[in-house]
């Protein structure tokens, strides 16, 4: 079974748009989030982290946790076409000082 | 800050060559880890460092060696090259997965095709 999942998609929204990217993870005891953003070619960087259940914002971006669902989501408001790229759901299991990634999903942005 | 470093950006090997991927972090660093990610896929962790002197084996380790002499290196080395490592090799590293606000820092990765 695996870790953590992802829609590999792609997610196609037009430009203005808000795209929701989600995510599951089957560790119940898993502690912290992270969306990763990977253009193509390029190395993953971070864009957001939670930790806590709710809500968090930054920016255009909004990371959402549910822990007792097991359920991470990232929704990015405003979408630009400079959004489009694979976004990847990390978590930290509960007794591990690594993170496991998922699959990613490749998000596209219509102008 | 160079931040984190990879050579060789490219590399195309025979079957049964050895090479080394080499990684260096400038950012004091405690944890450092190698990913590879094969085409449409996730990342997976090879192995990984949480200090000088100490490494572990992460989820596909099998044809792969490390080693962790400094905080700032972190070498990746195939000793027996086989189709199924050609790859994009990543090194990331962090300051500790316990600090809050903390993240992984990638370099920008090893192409490696074995033919």
């Known amino acids: 079974q695996k870790e953590v999942e992802q829609n590999s998609g792609p997610l196609s929204v037009p430009e203005g748009a808000i795209a929701s990217l989600n995510c599951t993870y089957s560790?119940?005891?898993?502690?912290?989030f992270f969306w990763y953003r990977q253009y193509s070619g390029k190395s993953p960087e971070l864009i957001m982290s939670i930790y806590s259940n709710g809500d968090k914002e930054d920016g255009r971006f909004t990371a959402q946790l549910n822990k007792a669902s097991q359920y991470v989501s990232l929704l990015i408001r405003d979408s630009q076409p400079s959004d489009s790229a694979t976004y990847l759901c990390?978590?930290?299991?509960?007794?591990?000082?690594?993170?496991?990634f998922g699959a990613g999903t490749i998000l596209r942005v219509k102008s | 800050n160079a931040g984190v470093t990879q050579t060789p950006k490219f590399r195309i090997l025979k079957i049964g060559q050895s090479m080394t991927l080499q990684c260096t972090q400038d950012?004091?660093?405690?944890?450092m880890y190698w990913y590879r990610q094969d085409p449409g896929m996730g990342l997976k962790l090879i192995y990984y460092?949480?200090?000088?002197?100490?490494?572990d084996k992460g989820e596909v380790p099998n044809g792969y060696n490390v080693s962790r002499s400094t905080t700032e290196d972190f070498p990746l080395r195939l000793e027996l090259a086989a189709p199924s490592q050609t790859s994009v090799y990543f090194c990331?590293?962090?300051?500790?997965?316990?600090?809050?606000?903390?993240?992984?820092?990638f370099g920008p990765g090893t192409r490696l095709t074995v033919l």
């Open positions: 950012m004091n660093h405690n944890y």
């Open positions: 990331a590293s962090s300051y500790s997965l316990l600090e809050l606000n903390n993240e992984q820092f």
């Open positions: 990390a978590v930290n299991p509960e007794y591990g000082n690594k993170l496991v």
């Open positions: 560790d119940r005891g898993s502690q912290s």
């Open positions: 460092s949480v200090g000088a002197g100490i490494t």
